[in-house]
């Protein structure tokens, strides 16, 4: 690894004698934060790629949304667009639909894509766009300091809601599949290599690919404890073609929570 002099951050690894994978952009998520797991994921998968042949660096379009989440744009050495609140999956459709050889990464936060970008998410399923949507799900808006988003858990406390959530909360793995999503899979940000295999199956998939990573926020909301006690992953008999048992799976709550890809299977691109 090398380090910026000033800064005294990492920015990149030698490989071949050149520098790759990162940026020379200040790392300002807080120390410990788990999104800095998910962009070590990401890296990972897209080396393999490349370096496997599946895809070329050239082809590949990092986008983001506004949140903690999208820094990840600024700090991998890839073709990136930082759009609007919720905007990212209009934005990328469009390369995509411009340069159907593009391979499109998209990244947003939960408040940033089940609140402002709604309505794009559920579009975006629908025509079953060719692209992968990576979800940090951490149940607050972080950027902001803590206030609730449609995936907090009912009671929970912060900045807009002092005296607990009262609403239950978005499954938006229920969502996906409803709305038309081919492939919808969930993992866990500390889980590196797990979360690196299923980028890659993501990007890989013909359609649209949901990877929702519940990626737990230290500083506002850490449920790091609860989630490694609850979380198990789907086995090699579960059937992921099938919609009734994705129907169940993605249904399932209470003491465990499942992990995996839940429902995968082709249909038309748009």
Not at 2 to 11: L, V, W
Not at 133 to 141: A, I, L, R
Not at 245 to 259: F, L
């Amino acid at each position: 690894m090398i380090k910026n002099n000033i800064s005294n951050n990492i920015i990149g690894e030698i490989k071949d004698g050149e520098l790759v994978e990162f940026t020379s952009a200040k790392k300002t998520w807080c120390p410990g934060c788990t999104n800095f797991a998910i962009m070590a994921a990401t890296k990972k998968a897209l080396s393999e790629l490349i370096t496997d042949g599946n895809i070329e660096k050239k082809d590949v379009v990092v986008g983001s949304g506004i949140g903690c989440h999208a820094k990840i744009a600024d700090y991998l050495d890839f073709n990136s667009f930082c759009t609007l609140h919720g905007r990212v999956l209009p934005i990328v459709s469009g390369m995509k639909v411009a340069n159907p050889a593009l391979k499109i990464l998209a990244f947003s936060g939960d408040g940033d894509a089940y609140a402002e970008g709604m309505e794009h998410f559920i579009h975006s399923a629908k025509r079953n766009i060719n692209l992968t949507y990576v979800v940090h799900d951490n149940k607050v808006f972080a950027l902001t300091t803590g206030q609730s988003t449609p995936t907090s858990l009912k009671g929970y406390k912060g900045k807009s809601t002092p005296f607990g959530n009262p609403e239950e909360p978005l499954n938006p793995l229920l969502l996906a599949l409803s709305s038309g999503a081919t492939f919808i899979a969930r993992s866990y940000a500390m889980e590196i290599e797990k979360t690196k295999e299923l980028i890659k199956k993501g990007m890989m998939h013909q359609g649209f690919s949901l990877i929702n990573i519940i990626q737990p926020c230290i500083t506002f909301y850490d449920n790091r404890k609860e989630i490694a006690e609850k979380m198990y992953w789907l086995d090699e008999k579960y059937d992921q073609g099938d919609f009734d048992s994705a129907y169940t799976k993605i249904r399932e709550n209470g003491n465990k929570i499942p992990m995996g890809i839940f429902y995968q299977v082709q249909k038309n691109i748009f």
